[in-house]
């Protein structure tokens, strides 16, 4: 397909028309990220100055022969690498749950619940673990609208001695903090994983704690994430406004030595961004891939669920949350971060289900 294609404008590539199987399909469909997903179109987007020039969608066999849209489909068809954390190794070639573990007395959520109880905490941590959760997420701040900053010597108090116990059990974890010396404390603590909501730039020693200790890292996006995240975003095109500044940071935190292959990134949903915000990036999901990172979702229990479902309270927002974790599986997204793990894992296993069964079954014969 012959397509005149400025070439100072950025181009952009999502996969649609997703599929249930590739078998009987060869060169019709490509598989996303390695993973459990095939696609049969491209939704390609040109931009200049940050305005669409061109959207158009293009069937997977007639994507046009540039290089950059090549180089593009490449990286989001590849598989991602898998994360080594301690002694256990998650592949990514299916969605995996991470639990959400807050040991804070004021999460939006579940605050208090194991405040000043890291036995406690650590026992709820192994029972997520138990219930089919790849990875516990341990926060000790709350990043709620409004929430106070906590002191880092707090954090680390409420912090440390669950992932001490969780860790020593052999739990997967990982911190939950936009401050360096709670990542420092929490790596020698045992801690695998870093996943800050400020993409390493609340803290000016952060990214070097990181590079040091040379851990798998979680990017999100947030409007001002110097001031806290959620302050309010302006966009022009939300979608390509948070990938374009994911691209920009991870560019950035790959330069200053962290390993590609140990980035992950999440779209930052409800931080600084408006209902609509949410919707459109939850639909348009998959052009995170390409991006060449693992895509971590976190929209377990937020304010967007109460808003589109009667204002439901945070903790009767199942249903709601059990749907966005099924729409990130279907985007292709390798981890989902869930307050309520035991339904997720289930609703996701199920999802696996049938996905088994498309791919087992035998091409039609005409």
């Known amino acids: 397909m012959a397509l005149d294609l400025p070439a100072s404008a950025r181009l952009y590539l999502r996969p649609v028309q997703f599929v249930d199987t590739p078998v009987g399909r060869d060169g019709e469909v490509a598989r996303l990220a390695g993973g459990l997903g095939w696609f049969s179109a491209w939704e390609l987007i040109?931009?200049?100055g940050g305005r669409r020039v061109l959207q158009r969608t293009i069937p997977v066999a007639e994507l046009p022969d540039d290089e950059r849209l090549q180089a593009l489909a490449a990286r989001i068809s590849a598989p991602r690498a898998p994360l080594t954390l301690g002694e256990r190794v998650l592949r990514l070639d299916?969605?995996?749950v991470?639990?959400?573990?807050?040991v804070?007395?004021?999460s939006f959520s579940d605050g208090g619940r194991h405040a000043g109880?890291?036995?406690g905490a650590a026992g709820a941590g192994v029972a997520m673990a138990a219930a089919g959760a790849s990875?516990?997420?341990v926060g000790g701040e709350s990043t709620r609208p409004g929430a106070e900053p906590v002191w880092e010597g707090d954090e680390i108090a409420r912090t440390v001695p669950v992932i001490e116990r969780l860790a020593r059990g052999g739990t997967a974890v990982s911190i939950d903090t936009r401050k360096a010396a709670v990542m420092e404390a929490a790596l020698a603590a045992g801690a695998h994983l870093v996943n800050d909501v400020a993409a390493l730039l609340y803290d000016d020693r952060a990214l070097e704690v990181v590079v040091r200790a040379g851990c798998p890292?979680?990017?999100m996006h947030s409007p001002d994430p110097a001031k806290g995240g959620h302050g309010e975003g302006r966009y022009g095109d939300v979608l390509l406004d948070v990938y374009d500044w994911l691209e920009r940071r991870v560019d950035d935190v790959a330069a200053a030595g962290v390993d590609r292959a140990r980035i992950l990134v999440d779209p930052g949903i409800g931080f600084g961004k408006s209902l609509q915000d949410n919707l459109a990036l939850l639909n348009g999901l998959a052009l995170f891939h390409g991006l060449g990172c693992p895509l971590l979702l976190g929209a377990s229990r937020k304010r967007m669920i109460g808003a589109l479902a009667s204002e439901a309270p945070s903790d009767a927002r199942l249903?709601?949350?059990?749907?966005l974790a099924l729409k990130g599986a279907e985007a292709g997204a390798q981890l989902i971060r869930v307050h309520d793990v035991f339904e997720t894992v289930q609703a996701l296993r199920v999802w696996r289900g049938m996905r088994d069964a498309a791919l087992a079954a035998s091409p039609p014969v005409f």
């Open 46 to 48: 040109a931009a200049e």
């Open 94 to 96: 299916q969605p995996l």
């Open 98 to 102: 991470m639990g959400i573990l807050n």
């Open 104 to 106: 804070t007395p004021d």
């Open 117 to 119: 109880d890291p036995d």
């Open 135 to 137: 990875l516990i997420d």
């Open 217 to 219: 890292v979680v990017l």
């Open 319 to 323: 249903g709601g949350s059990i749907a």
